[in-house]
């Protein structure tokens, strides 16, 4: 199947198929305030930085969508990649875009492929493609806060222990990582609140189909580590742990 891809600004007719696809996110997953706040509307301040991909002979079914911001880095409050991950890098692109500070790098948001097109290759396809993009736009550098996608089944591994894991080939042992570190990323550090999510007790009951109704961690499906439950609060809070990776471009 011969793949073509795209940015948003090259196609916008096609805005309307971003939303058709349907990711395997955990509900849970859905409930970051920050991704509520920020995330809408990327695709209207960044077309340019927005991917698409699809099948040749099939322009209308998109297979793969990938979403990426450009921030400024260094400076005051910023000489470090944020120990807050996504949020935070969100946060710092859409302040440089209202205050009009010139951007010197991009961050991935999501790569996101259909579920009739997942173990083709096509998650390795959209980061290389994120990496040409930014290169074209005439950035040197690519960061993500990447989540790992085999650490949900290890969620009291600590994110540091697990990101340094390497096969004897020296790639990381989580799949996820593997794929950025096959196309040139380095591991930067662990963002250790790189998202959060919070909310009373019946919503988590409704979110994950779990009582949660004793203190403590709780275990959830598909969560990086487990749920922080109080039950006196009436509330339960998880906070996730994601790992920076930095592409260097050209």
Not at 48 to 57: I, K, N, S, Y
Not at 135 to 141: H, K, M, P, Q
Not at 162 to 175: E, I, K, N, S
């Amino acid at each position: 199947m011969e793949i073509v891809t795209s940015t948003l600004a090259e196609r916008p007719e096609a805005e309307p198929l971003l939303w058709q696809l349907s990711g395997d996110w955990p509900t849970f997953m859905k409930q970051d305030r920050v991704a509520d706040l920020y995330f809408p509307g990327v695709e209207h301040d960044h077309p340019e930085f927005v991917l698409l991909a699809w099948a040749a002979d099939d322009p209308d079914t998109l297979l793969a969508r990938g979403f990426s911001v450009p921030f400024a880095f260094g400076g005051p409050g910023r000489e470090q990649l944020p120990d807050g991950g996504w949020d935070a890098v969100i946060q710092w692109a859409h302040a440089d875009r209202v205050h009009g500070h010139a951007p010197t790098h991009v961050s991935a948001l999501e790569i996101l492929v259909s579920a009739a097109a997942r173990g083709t290759g096509l998650s390795a396809r959209m980061v290389d493609a994120m990496r040409h993009n930014a290169s074209r736009l005439g950035f040197a550098d690519l960061v993500a806060p990447v989540r790992p996608s085999g650490k949900a089944a290890e969620p009291r591994v600590p994110m540091p222990e697990y990101a340094a894991r390497v096969r004897p080939d020296g790639l990381p042992t989580d799949p996820w990582l593997r794929v950025h570190a096959r196309a040139g990323a380095e591991v930067v550090k662990v963002a250790p609140v790189s998202m959060t999510v919070s909310g009373s007790l019946a919503e988590w009951r409704d979110w994950t189909g779990l009582p949660f109704d004793a203190d403590g961690d709780v275990e959830v499906p598909g969560a990086l580590a487990p749920v922080r439950c109080d039950v006196a609060r009436d509330a339960a809070v998880y906070v996730e742990p994601n790992v920076w990776m930095h592409h260097r471009l050209g």
